[in-house]
């Protein structure tokens, strides 16, 4: 029976938990409107009077008038705001179609080293980032370049302008190829468990409807392990939207995310909190919008979806 | 309508081998079952046939043509599975036109053609319900229903009934009979229950060991089984067994075992046995009657350990001596359990195995 009269503590553990949750959330928008001088002073709490500056601040580049308070745009919250959209999409979208394909053939397929591969794709993913960030960087701006000389890379200078050889250390492409690697493990592993629940009479079926093998993965399995896509992306956007160490490293000055732009408004003279909560809060928006969206996928996919009946 | 042809088929998991080259045709427009308790390689022999298992040796010849090397979508064929793999995600109309979608036929075809098909298996309200809002036997339909509408010319079907409660298995089963005359088509169909295979099968093929034991009509098999194996598998309740010997008294043969002495009838065949061997007698249930005058030499003493009723007819299961016999009677034959009762046979319906090679002799 359900006991209708729970424990008297279950309230305040309750209003704890929310407080913990939500409270760093609401400081933050708190924060976010008022002048460094009011934050700082801590005296306020929550009696202020509200201004929208930070944000004006934080989105000086896109903004179609100019705020009086500003005498220069130093802060390009636009441009790394398409930097890290861009970057995040494309590394999640890349990782589930690769990661979805490499499952796949990982729990179906029988090939040499296939046990191998498995238990590999999960040790990768306990080496730090931290650790991978110097190597890589390396990498990005020696080995992984085209000479200026070359044809292809001559090309490439006219287009875009720049002396040296092309690497890919400060392009999108740098950033969005650690990030693939970084998450596909997890996502291979988080899928292959989806995967293994498809019953396999269902792609026999498939087959003998004359199905190849990659209109059976499409067409059958991929709907089937939904679910399974949507959680996996919700990890890896967050983890490709909130990096910073990597990003710091390999992004130039036109290829920086969000995070990074965040924290350069540490300086050492000057610690610009109310834009730092600003730019937090707008930072916070994608990430939610794309949570609520493929939380949605994974509930309909649940109770569409129902393998076994 | 093409014929199927298996030659020499074998399969082999590593080093263990589960068919032993099964050599089989399957004539057009034919309804074929494969029979055999689990494990006796009858659900692996279609898996080959469908596409689904490699072949390790052998050959299957579609109309001539050899198939062991192509994808099952190369082999023109349609398939009901046991757990009906339908496709969850799918309403009942995608699922069943799933593999004209997949052949891109038009659009107005696959409608006719869904239409057409959901009308044959009764599913027409149904069909933008999924999977998981249908009744185990309405799956069933579906599963059907994809399978005809695919147009193949082999049906394919593995325990199809298995996952359906008695009284829509029968019921199923009787729809899939009358289907099966409907549409003509080669049809190769997998069970364990050897009460479907004799009444669905135009040709019955018993399996056992990964080997095929006899092949024949419902009929052929009931009354002439090749091996003690197809005996006691066809029938139900399944054959008594009483091991025995073969004696020649006066020029009369006699089968001897523990408490019965039984005269084989003038037979030519009979007479040509040789004697003196040891012997499996093999009696139906239904060919021993209730009979206290019965001659001693065409009857056994048998005592009565149990009667299960089941309607018009009751099984009683006997002692005779140290084995066990089961015998069908009309359930109005008063019988008293506990007691020793005369049970007269028909000696014309006697079927003889050999103890060591359970061949029938």
């Not at chain 1, 993965?217 to 089937?224: A, D, H, N, T, Y």
């Not at chain 2, 239409?115 to 027409?124: H, I």
């Amino acid at each position: 029976m359900l006991d209708k009269h729970p424990n008297p503590a279950f309230y305040p553990l309750l209003a704890a938990l929310i407080f913990m949750a939500v409270g760093p959330i609401v400081l933050m928008l708190a924060n976010s409107f008022k002048l460094d001088v009011d934050i700082i002073s801590g005296t306020s709490g929550l009696i202020f009077l509200p201004t929208i500056q930070n944000y004006e601040t934080a989105l000086c580049d896109i903004l179609w008038y100019k705020p009086d308070h500003l005498d220069f745009c130093q802060l390009k919250f636009g441009g790394s705001f398409i930097n890290s959209i861009i970057i995040a999409l494309i590394s999640t979208v890349l990782t589930l179609v690769l990661g979805a394909m490499a499952a796949y053939a990982l729990v179906r397929f029988r090939f040499l080293g296939r046990d191998t591969a498995s238990l590999t794709t999960l040790l990768v993913r306990m080496v730090p980032p931290a650790v991978l960030l110097v190597p890589v960087f390396g990498l990005w701006n020696n080995d992984f370049c085209i000479g200026k000389n070359t044809s292809f890379g001559e090309f490439l200078r006219n287009i875009f302008g720049g002396r040296g050889d092309v690497c890919l250390e400060g392009t999108h492409s740098g950033i969005i190829l650690i990030y693939v690697a970084m998450n596909l493990p997890f996502v291979i592993w988080i899928l292959q468990s989806f995967i293994l629940q498809v019953p396999r009479s269902l792609e026999e079926a498939a087959k003998v409807d004359g199905a190849g093998t990659f209109q059976v993965f499409f067409k059958i399995v991929l709907p089937l392990i939904q679910p399974g896509i949507a959680a996996a992306a919700i990890f890896t956007f967050r983890i490709a939207w909130n990096e910073y160490l990597l990003a710091s490293a390999l992004a130039d000055r036109d290829t920086k995310t969000v995070p990074i732009l965040l924290v350069n408004n540490v300086s050492e003279f000057n610690i610009e909190w109310g834009v730092i909560m600003a730019t937090g809060m707008l930072l916070a928006i994608p990430p939610i919008i794309f949570t609520l969206f493929a939380s949605r996928q994974i509930i309909t996919g649940m109770t569409a979806g129902a393998v076994k009946g | 309508m093409p014929e199927i042809r298996l030659v020499n088929l074998t399969k082999r998991y590593g080093a263990i081998e589960v068919l032993h080259g099964i050599n089989l045709e399957i004539k057009p427009e034919e309804f074929t079952v494969l029979v055999g308790p689990s494990g006796c390689g009858k659900s692996t022999t279609l898996r080959m046939i469908a596409g689904l298992e490699s072949v390790s040796g052998g050959e299957i010849f579609i109309d001539g043509r050899p198939v062991s090397r192509l994808e099952p979508k190369g082999r023109d064929l349609a398939m009901v599975f046991q757990d009906y793999a339908l496709y969850p995600h799918m309403d009942v109309a995608r699922n069943i036109s799933f593999a004209l979608r997949l052949q891109k036929r038009p659009k107005d075809e696959i409608a006719r053609k869904v239409r057409e098909v959901a009308d044959l298996v009764g599913l027409t309200d149904y069909l933008s319900r999924k999977p998981g809002e249908l009744s185990g036997g309405q799956r069933q339909r579906v599963a059907m229903a994809r399978a005809l509408a695919k147009d193949s010319s082999i049906f394919l079907f593995d325990e199809p009934l298995s996952n359906l409660d008695a009284k829509l298995r029968g019921q199923m089963r009787a729809e899939l009979a009358l289907m099966s005359q409907r549409v003509r088509k080669n049809m190769i169909y997998v069970t364990h229950d050897q009460i479907e295979a004799m009444t669905l099968a135009d040709q019955i093929v018993v399996m056992h060991n990964g080997h095929i034991q006899q092949q024949g009509t419902p009929e052929e098999l009931f009354k002439k089984p090749a091996t003690k194996f197809v005996a006691g598998f066809i029938g139900s309740p399944p054959m008594n067994f009483l091991n025995g010997e073969l004696v020649d008294e006066n020029g009369e043969k006699f089968i001897v075992g523990e408490g019965f002495k039984i005269l084989l009838p003038d037979d030519q065949t009979k007479n040509q046995l040789p004697t003196n061997r040891r012997v499996i007698l093999g009696i139906r249930p239904s060919d021993l009657h209730f009979d206290p005058h019965a001659p001693e030499n065409a009857s056994l003493n048998l005592k009565v350990r149990v009667s299960e009723y089941i309607g018009a007819q009751s099984v009683l299961l006997c002692d005779c001596m140290s084995s066990s016999v089961t015998v069908e009677l009309k359930s109005e034959t008063p019988v008293a359990l506990g007691g020793t009762l005369r049970f007269g046979l028909r000696t014309e319906a006697l079927h003889l195995f050999d103890q060591v090679t359970e061949q029938t002799i």
